[in-house]
């Protein structure tokens, strides 16, 4: 079966991202949603794209796995309720 290119670990990207509560620039790597911020400590969520595959493939949780569902649909929450 063929591998699901986003989930294909030789591609993974960083990017930086700032702190919304002390500015501080964070480096986070495009398969996690969240980090801990080395400044203040408190976690920082990635911006979450809604077009991502994981909210409409109906293979995600089997792709990503469970825990990684989980911790998307808690990310989103948190992203909505800052918003």
């Not at 699901?4 to 991202?17: F, H, T, Y």
């Not at 408190?42 to 991502?52: A, G, H, M």
């Amino acid at each position: 079966m063929a591998r699901c290119p986003g989930q294909d670990g030789r591609s993974l990207k960083v990017e930086s991202i700032q702190c919304p509560n002390c500015g501080y620039e964070i480096e986070i790597f495009n398969d996690e949603m969240q980090v801990r911020c080395p400044n203040c400590k408190l976690p920082v969520f990635k911006d979450l794209k809604e077009n991502s595959c994981v909210f409409w493939c109906q293979y995600a949780d089997q792709c990503v796995g469970p825990d990684k569902i989980k911790e998307i649909n808690e990310a989103k929450e948190h992203q909505s309720k800052s918003v």
